[in-house]
T-cell receptor, first 114, second 114 residues
Framework: SAVISQKPSRDICQRGTSLTIQCQVDSQVTMMFWYRQQPGQSLTLIATANQGSEATYESGFVIDKFPISRPNLTFSTLTVSNMSPEDSSIYLC???????????FGPGTRLTVL | AQKVTQAQTEISVVEKEDVTLDCVYETRDTTYYLFWYKQPPSGELVFLIRRNSFDEQNEISGRYSWNFQKSTSSFNFTITASQVVDSAVYFCALNSGGYQKVTFGTGTKLQVIP
């Protein structure tokens, strides 16, 4: 299984600011994903981070709000821009492991926006 | 389109009782994968099991067992002799259509009372 780390593990931010979340994997992976989990809710896919090309965003999510970088096969960042209290969530990085469609998740970043 | 329904929002059981978590899925694809994840209060998602659509054999792992029935599009999860450490939110998830994206159910919160 892939070992995934995320930084920061949690943060409290002010409205209008931006936060960049880092995701590091211990092995090279083709596909990385960013999910959001709002309080008491299920996970919703934000985007697929592609190495060497722009991220692919799901309906309801835009690049201006959630810019993503994928500089190599082991690292990705998600920025939550111009934050509002509605952005308070857990943000999870995910990768597909060596097994077909076996997906592993990072520990998550708990974001609180005041 | 793919969809996962977990009708049970919250379940409470007394320690040592058996408990079954229900999962019903929808997909038009003949090839798909089903997952169960555990999310303890710490927030991290723990991968429990993956099944593909061609393997309906039920699986047992310690106190955990899974019942996959294509006829009813269900993939239920049973915990035998529940323990307090089993208290968590459990998510059923589906991946189909050859895509790596995973669709999650809304989760079932399990509370095991000592």
């Amino acid at each position: 299984s892939a070992v995934i780390s995320q930084k920061p593990s949690r943060d409290i931010c002010q409205r209008g600011t931006s936060l960049t979340i880092q995701c590091q994997v211990d092995s090279q992976v083709t596909m990385m994903f960013w999910y959001r989990q709002q309080p008491g809710q299920s996970l919703t896919l934000i985007a697929t981070a592609n190495q060497g090309s722009e991220a692919t965003y799901e309906s309801g999510f835009v690049i201006d709000k959630f810019p993503i970088s994928r500089p190599n096969l082991t690292f990705s960042t998600l920025t939550v821009s111009n934050m509002s209290p509605e952005d308070s969530s857990i943000y999870l990085c995910s990768v597909v492991g060596q097994g077909i469609n076996e997906q592993f998740f990072g520990p998550g970043t708990r974001l609180t926006v005041l | 389109a793919q969809k996962v329904t977990q009708a049970q929002t919250e379940i409470s059981v007394v320690e040592k009782e058996d408990v079954t978590l229900d999962c019903v899925y929808e997909t038009r694809d003949t090839t798909y994968y089903l997952f169960w994840y555990k999310q303890p209060p710490s927030g991290e998602l723990v991968f429990l099991i993956r099944r593909n659509s061609f393997d309906e054999q039920n699986e047992i792992s310690g106190r955990y067992s899974w019942n996959f029935q294509k006829s009813t599009s269900s993939f239920n999860f049973t915990i035998t002799a529940s323990q307090v450490v089993d208290s968590a939110v459990y998510f059923c998830a589906l991946n189909s259509g050859g895509y790596q994206k995973v669709t999650f159910g809304t989760g079932t919160k399990l509370q095991v009372i000592p």
